[in-house]
């Protein structure tokens, strides 16, 4: 079985301050991660993931995360936040097989502030 | 442009009523997924399947049942409403790589 901790519930910053929310997950297998964010009355958008290859990933607005497989991480981060990225994240695992359902974290709530 | 749609939106009901939450895809999409979330819990799945007449139950399947007749769509009922099952429902739909594709979301109150 797989596991996702997703190490803070909130975290505030203010705008233009660069941002990390962690992940780390546990599982006997080769994985696949992803980030997802949620912004308020909305379903889930797919921000970035990592299937394999390099292991830092690029995803849409601005976003990045590093997989390290000895860590057992994929924390996201970006450089400089605005107040639009105030939403709420989920970590995800997944067993790597197109038949696997998702392991999603609690989630983070990031809050931008000017 | 591909997409998933839930119907109702918002829905308000009574404990012992049976619900249809209603779940249609048009990603061509073998895969489905039906989630709730809740605040504290995350998001929990109910049910999934992996393609018509297949369908499995997950972490949180008591007092929910679904059936796949066709590739597009994944009904989800509530046999018997409880309060306990207020939540947010959302459907998914997932490709080969595992990736999932999330709809706008269902709020249902119990009352």
């Known amino acids: 079985a797989q596991s996702v901790t997703q190490l803070d519930s909130q975290v505030p910053v203010f705008e233009e301050a660069p941002v990390e929310l962690r992940c780390n997950y546990s599982s006997s297998v080769s994985v696949y991660l992803f980030w997802y964010v949620q912004y308020p009355n909305q379903g889930l958008q797919l921000l970035l993931k990592y299937l394999s290859g390099s292991t830092l990933v690029k995803g849409i607005n601005g976003f990045e995360a590093e997989f390290n497989k000895s860590q057992t991480s994929f924390h996201l981060r970006k450089p400089s936040v605005h107040i639009s990225d105030t939403a709420e994240y989920f970590c995800?695992?997944?067993?790597?097989?197109?038949?696997?359902?998702?392991?999603f974290g609690k989630g983070t709530m990031l809050l931008v502030s000017p | 442009d591909a997409e998933i749609t839930q119907s109702p939106r918002h829905k308000i009901t009574e404990t012992g009523r049976q619900v249809t939450l209603a779940c249609h895809q048009t990603?061509?999409?073998?895969?489905m997924f039906w989630y709730r979330q809740d605040l504290g819990h995350g998001l929990r799945l109910i049910h999934y399947?992996?393609?018509?007449?297949?369908?499995n139950k997950g972490e949180v399947s008591d007092g929910y049942s679904v059936s796949r007749s066709n590739t597009e769509d994944l009904p989800l009922t509530l046999e018997s409403a409880a309060s306990s099952q207020t939540s947010v429902y959302f459907c998914?739909?997932?490709?080969?790589?595992?990736?999932?594709?999330f709809g706008p979301g269902t709020r249902l109150t119990v009352l």
């Open positions: 998914a739909t997932g490709d080969s790589s595992d990736t999932q594709y």
């Open positions: 399947s992996y393609g018509v007449q297949d369908t």
């Open positions: 995800a695992v997944s067993m790597n097989s197109g038949y696997s359902t998702l392991t």
């Open positions: 990603w061509n999409h073998n895969n």
